[in-house]
């Protein structure tokens, strides 16, 4: 927690600092290379639900799953067995139609986020139909739990008794700094390249400088609370953007409906089946692929 701190007021000074505006410094194709990988990570990670991994997080899969947040790629060269034929083309048809109806529902209208009238017909069409005729594809309950105890709501990390923190002191900075520089560098970073790729986007243009304060802000918070440290998703902010969230307001939305999920939506998102968020994420990765840039290069 001290070190997730420590890397929250390293970047709330980088943003006093007026620091942001270093990010003009990267060059265009730069920033082409940060949103084409970007897109191919978000795509190859998905591949990942398609496979066995002895039931799920919950169930002991939690070492696959760390191999394949420290390298995507890991997926391509495992050996682990794809799930049966059923269920694949099942998720497959889903993960199909969810892309499809985020991709062509905002052509017709922006009344309601596209991305969320395909999880809700998706998660409608699994229980209504692919379970009716006998396959069951995985559903976020199997993958992660979000069980809603006293222990998961944020609370002061130094006033619980399980937590015991190491006195503050010039040994402890020594442990805790290459932690806090690698957490500082890589969020900063990814974040600010985000925005500019967001900034693109809407041809709209903030404060890097403010934005870097505010996540340092957040960054403090969190590890006060006990929570991880983090920084911007391009794909989820993509999703984000093109559901036409594109003021901070969104950003404050988000946020209060991730909690209020975590406090009692348990049972509502329990029931949406991966293939749905998969569909969303194929649609992100879609969106975030410069084409032209490929021209350029042949």
Known sequence: ???????????????????????????????????????FIVAISQIRYLKERDGGVAAGGRDYEISHHTNAYNVLLDSAPWVDNATLIAMLVEAGCSFLLCLLLRKVTRIVPSSLVAIVLVTAAEWAIVRMIGIKTPLIADEISTASTYKNYPWPSFLDDEVAFPSLSLDTLNKIWPTSLSLFAVTLVESLLTFQVVGDFTETFGSASRMAFGQGLGQFVSGLLGGMGGGGMVGQTVVNNRSDGITGVSCFVAGLSMFIILLGAKPAVDVVPVSALIGVMYYAAFTLVQFKSFVHIL
């Open 1 to 39: 927690f001290y070190a997730v701190m420590l890397a929250g007021l390293a970047q709330m000074a980088f943003g006093i600092l007026q620091l942001g505006r270093l990010i003009r410094l990267v060059s265009h194709p730069v920033m082409i290379g940060f949103v084409n990988s970007a897109a």
